[in-house]
């Protein structure tokens, strides 16, 4: 329900019905229709299975908090590679979302029925940007993590930024930056021959 305009911005709440208090939804509209989240979701933490440069199989792993209060579902994320010596190419296919939290190691503690079903996941090679969708979008008070399939690790050590944006449902949305996960590539020494 729809019930003011004020400066541009349309609110609009769930009323209590009957003597039950329902919890109140907001959604913050502009005038020209760009839906923004009223809470924006958090960047919980970044992952990664293995830290070694040269690894086939790994997982990186972004979990992300959309509060009760977010006034809006969450449509989309873009992580996009901010810093990094090489471009990090991706098995989009096996890009995974999953409702719950990765371990310290980077698993997840999860029944089977958590997984999220995803739309088109895409990769703009220009902006060095994947974009995860989700369908049906995930409502708010839910945590979420996605599992992204790297072809391998990066080839040369060092920190790799990727930045993560989460984006409200709405055909005119705003992207809310959450921050960076902060990836540390090491040389696998091991591999190394000395005299």
């Known amino acids: 329900m729809r019930i003011a305009t004020l400066f541009g911005i349309t609110l609009s709440f769930a009323i209590g019905i009957g003597g ?12 020209d229709g760009t839906v923004y989240f009223v809470q924006p979701p958090k960047l919980v933490n970044a992952t990664t299975t293995y830290k070694d ?79 995860v969708n989700f369908d049906p979008p995930v409502t708010p008070g839910q945590t979420v993590t996605i599992a992204l399939r790297p072809v391998s690790n990066p080839s040369f050590s060092g920190v790799y930024l990727l930045g993560v944006t989460a984006f409200p449902v709405g055909e005119k949305s705003h992207g809310q930056f959450l921050g960076f996960g902060r990836f540390q590539f090491y040389s696998n020494r091991s591999n190394w021959w000395f005299p």
Do not use: H, M
Request: proline share 3%; charged share 25%; aromatic share 8%.
């Open 20 to 31: 039950a208090t329902l919890p109140v939804t907001q959604a913050v509209q502009l005038r």
């Open 53 to 131: 440069v040269n690894v086939w199989g790994g997982t990186y792993y972004f979990t992300i908090n959309l509060p009760e209060n977010a006034g809006e579902s969450l449509q989309k994320v873009t992580i996009a590679q901010r810093e990094g010596t090489e471009n990090i190419r991706y098995n989009l296919n096996d890009t995974r979302a999953f409702v719950g939290k990765s371990d310290a190691y980077g698993g997840l503690r999860l029944r089977k029925e958590s997984r999220l079903t995803l739309g088109p996941v895409t990769d703009e090679r220009d902006t060095r940007t994947v974009t």
